[in-house]
T-cell receptor, first 110, second 113 residues
Framework: DAKTTQPTSMDCAEGRAANLPCNHS???????VYWYRQIHSQGPQYIIH???NNETNEMASLIITEDRKSSTLILPHATLRDTAVYYC???????????FGKGTLLTVNP | DAGITQSPRHKVTETGTPVTLRCHQT?????MYWYRQDPGHGLRLIHY???????DKGEVSDGYSVSRSKTEDFLLTLESATSSQTSVYFC????????????FGPGTRLTVT
């Protein structure tokens, strides 16, 4: 499985956009980029995923670079409830597995 | 939110006793998973199921067994609980095994004394 690298922690002001980066330089052609988050003591929550095109849903946007070696998760208007650990995961093909790293702790400040 | 419940939500048990955790889903998803989460290790897959009576091991399956007799229920059994199995256990479901778009339950906090 391709490995991912994320910053350990980030801060964001409430109401501003939160941009969370992820490097996945060894990603292969059939692997997707998935983002999950885990709010303290809760189960992980699926946010979004993409292959090579940018994706947007009601929660976030995912920007994947043209070479697919990195991506950015964007929360357009962060709220205090978005404070969580965000995980970037690369997976695909017949690989059903989710391999969680340490993720990025995003703290949204008032 | 996906309809996933876990029971019990909290349990304290003694070393050497058997423990069964239950995951129940109302989504009719084919795949179900059990993970454990420990500080410093993230989430690790214990066992998974790809259909009724069809199960397979994950990366940390020793000391655990599973059963799935109905689509909606996936049971995790600790045959003889040890202190190293103190953890938070999460169940997850997905429609198929080719998508890692999984939905997680609220978790069960298990303490083995």
């Amino acid at each position: 499985d391709a490995k991912t690298t994320q910053p350990t922690s980030m801060d964001c002001a409430e109401g501003r956009a939160a941009n969370l980066p992820c490097n996945h330089s060894t990603i292969s052609g059939n692997e997707y980029v998935y983002w999950y988050r885990q709010i303290h003591s809760q189960g992980p929550q699926y946010i979004i995923h993409g292959l090579k095109n940018n994706e947007t849903n009601e929660m976030a946007s995912l920007i994947i670079t043209e070479d697919r070696k990195s991506s950015t998760l964007i929360l357009p208007h962060a709220t205090l409830r978005d404070t969580a650990v965000y995980y970037c995961i690369v997976s695909g093909g017949s690989n059903y597995k989710l391999t969680f790293g340490k993720g990025t702790l995003l703290t949204v400040n008032p | 939110d996906a309809g996933i419940t876990q029971s019990p939500r909290h349990k304290v048990t003694e070393t050497g006793t058997p423990v069964t955790l239950r995951c129940h889903q109302t989504e009719n998803h084919r795949y179900m998973y059990w993970y454990r989460q420990d500080p410093g290790h993230g989430l690790r897959l214990i066992h998974y199921s790809y259909g009724v009576k069809d199960t397979d091991k994950g990366e940390v399956s020793d000391g655990y067994s599973v059963s799935r007799s109905k689509t909606e229920d996936f049971l995790l059994t600790l045959e003889s609980a040890t202190s190293s199995q103190t953890s938070v256990y999460f169940c997850a479901i997905s429609e198929d095994g080719y998508s890692t778009k999984q939905y997680f339950g609220p978790g069960t906090r298990l303490t083995v004394t």
